[in-house]
């Protein structure tokens, strides 16, 4: 069964302040690994990751995956209130987009 | 990006009766949408999916006389909660692919009193 376990649950943090936040996962047949911000209830595409070792990049968010140890990050730098939301994670297996399993979440707060 | 939108966002019902929820891709074609359901301090888990011309395919431990989907056109799915009971208060939302992405909906908060 695939299991994608996010930490850590929840992080308060100061405005200007840098976060990571982790994602390991355990999938059957890897396809990809998909980040998403997800405030007042409708998750929003933030990343989508197939290969290891690459970064990408928007603005002030960041992510990497490696294949191999089997975790991904999603960094924010110079965090924003308008960057406090629950950050989801989740897998993708070659079963398609029927087979995205989602973590639980990273409740993330910034505070002026 | 993508728009799905999904309707209503918040129901509040009596137990027993049935609600219609209605996902919508607004500027594209969705053959096929998903189904999720989120109780609280769990993960989204999914439900159901929901194939445009043909039946829907449900996950394990779903009841699909329960939980009634139509997709009866490429921008429209709809999800009936039939006979609601109070276990059955959650958030549903869907989701749609398009261009490898998956795009969701704002979901459903259900409350069965």
């Known amino acids: 069964e695939d299991k994608v376990v996010q930490s850590p649950l929840s992080l308060v943090v100061h405005e200007g302040d840098t976060v990571t936040l982790n994602c390991s996962y355990e999938v059957t047949n890897f396809r990809s690994l998909l980040w998403y911000k997800q405030e007042k209830k409708a998750p929003t595409f933030l990343f989508m990751l197939t290969s290891s070792g690459i970064e990408k990049k928007s603005g002030r968010l960041s992510s990497i995956l490696d294949k191999k140890e089997l975790f991904s990050i999603l960094n924010i730098t110079a965090t924003q209130t308008g960057d406090s939301a629950v950050y989801l994670c989740?897998?993708?297996?070659?079963?398609?987009?029927?087979?995205?399993?989602f973590g639980i979440g990273t409740k993330l707060q910034v505070i002026p | 990006g993508a728009v799905v939108s999904q309707h209503p966002s918040r129901v509040i019902c009596k137990s027993g009766t049935s609600v219609k929820i209605e996902c919508r891709s607004l500027d594209f074609q969705a053959t096929t949408m998903f189904w999720y359901r989120q109780f609280p301090k769990q993960s989204l888990m999914l439900m159901a999916t929901?194939?445009?011309?043909?039946?829907?395919?449900?996950e394990q431990g779903v009841e699909k006389d329960k939980f009634l989907i139509n997709h009866a056109s490429l921008t429209l799915s709809t999800l009936t909660v039939t006979s609601a009971h109070p276990e059955d208060s959650s958030f549903y939302i869907c989701?749609?692919?398009?261009?490898?992405?998956?795009?969701f909906g704002s979901g459903t908060q259900l409350s069965v009193l």
């Open positions: 929901s194939n445009e011309g043909s039946k829907a395919t449900y």
């Open positions: 989701s749609a692919p398009h261009d490898e992405k998956l795009f």
């Open positions: 989740a897998v993708e297996d070659s079963g398609g987009y029927q087979k995205v399993t």
